[in-house]
C-alpha cells in the first residue's frame, strides 16, 4: 500500500521524496499491462508488442542451402585437395534459383550451384568458384579441399521449428519483421497501444496558432507531450486547454480517465492559489495522490496518483520540467502498461562523455543537466551543458541529451566521464 505520510507536501514540509522512491512506488502500484490484444499484418506490425510467443511453424531454412557460388561435392572427395595436389570431379548436373534439385551428387561428381541455391542430395558441402579451375564442360580441379558443411546453411540452422522465435512482451523491431516473414508469419498478435489523454491547464495559455495578448502564452507542453508519447509508442488524445477553475478541470480529468490508460496534464501541479492539480488527483482516487514533489531539478512538484488503475500523471508547467518528468515517470508507465519487460523503461539509450565545465549541484537532489556533444576524435564525445531555465523549451531543443547528478553529489567536475542519456 501507498505511504501517503511521506508525499503530502511538495515543499518539503513532510518531506519531498527521491525519483528512484517515486519510481518504485509508482510501479508499485501499477496494474497489468493493456490487457487488450489485436491481430496485426506484418506491414503493420513495426514497433508493436508482442502479446504471445512466436513460435517457429516451420525450420528456417526449409532446406540446406548454398552460402556461396560454386559446386556442390562430397567433402570427402576433395580432402588434402591443394594447388600442387588438385583433386578431380564430374560437373553432372546444376541447380537452378528457385527450383528443385534434379539427380544426386555421386562420389567423384560435383553440381554447379549458385548462393542461395539447394545443395542437392548427396552434396554436403560446397567449393567455391574462386578454389575450383575449369578442366573443360564437364569437369574441375578443385585446388582447395572444404570440411563437411562449409560454405552452407543447414535446415534449422537459421532457426528450428517450434523454437520461441520471439518472446511475449517483445517490441518488434525491423529485424523481426524480417525473422518472421522468413517463416512465412504475415500475422501477429499483439498488445493494444497504450493509450495517454493529454491536457493543458492554465488560464493563461492559449492554442499555439493563435497571437498571445499581454499575459497570455503559446501552448507548448500538449503537442511536445504528444510527440513524446508517439515516441514512447503511446497513443494519445489531446483533450485541449482546460481552464484552472476545478469545476471545469475536474470532469476534463475525470472524461480523460474514463477514455484511456494514462493521464497527463501539465501546469497546475505546484502551489500557487490556483494550482488545483493537487485537488484533482486527490478526487480521482482512490487510491488518488502517490507522489507530490520529488527531489529533482527540474521537476521537482510532478504529481503522481492513480484513478483505480489508470495512473494520472499532473506534470509542472515550465516545459523543460514536464518533458523531464516524462522521461522519468511517464515513459516507463507507458513501456510498463505496454508488456514490455521492466529494462524497457529505462529512459534512453545512451553514450559516455567527458564534461566541458564545472557543474554544482545541491546534495539531496537528482539534476537533470542537458548537454550538447560534440565529437573529439572518433571514441570521444564531449558534453556542453546547456544551461537555462526550465521555463526555456530552447534549452530543451539545442540539447543532444542529458546527465544526471545523483542525490549524494554535490557537482561534476570539468573533464569527469558523465553518461549521457540521448534525445533521439
Ligand atoms: N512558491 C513556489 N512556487 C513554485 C515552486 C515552489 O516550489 N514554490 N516550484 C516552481 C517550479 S520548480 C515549477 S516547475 C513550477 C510548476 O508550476 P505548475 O506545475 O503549478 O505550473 P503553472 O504554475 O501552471 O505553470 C508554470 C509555468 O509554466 C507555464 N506553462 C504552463 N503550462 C504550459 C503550457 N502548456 N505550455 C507552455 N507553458 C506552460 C506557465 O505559463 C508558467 O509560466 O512552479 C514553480 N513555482
Ligand atoms: O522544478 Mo521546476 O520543475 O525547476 O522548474
Redesign the pocket.
Known sequence: MTDHKETKD??GRGGLISVSRAQQLLRENLRAPVASSEEVLLAEALDRVLATDVVAPENLPAAPRSTMDGFAVRAADTYGASESMPCYLSVTGEVLMGKPCEGDVNVGCCHKVPTGGLIPAGADSVVMFEHTVPVDETMIEVVKGVGTGTNLIQSGEDIRKDAKALPAGHRIRPQDLGLLAGLGIDRVKVVAPVRVGIL???D??IPHTQVPKPGQ?R????IALAGAVTRAHGIYTDYGIVSDRKEIFLPAVEKAIAENDIVLF???????VR?LGQQVVEEVGPPGILVHGVTLK????VLIGMSGATPVFGL????V?AMVCFDLFVQPTIAALSGLPPEYGLPRPSITARLTRNINSAPGRLDVVRVQLQQTDSKTWKAEPVLGK??SISTLSRAHGYFLIDEASQGVQENSTIKVFLYI
Open positions: 511538495m515543499l493543458s491547464t492554465g493563461e495559455i502564452i501552448n507548448i507542453n500538449s501539465s501546469g497546475g501541479s505546484s502551489v500557487g494550482d527540474p521537476g521537482k512538484p509542472p508547467g515550465h516545459p520540467s526550465s521555463g
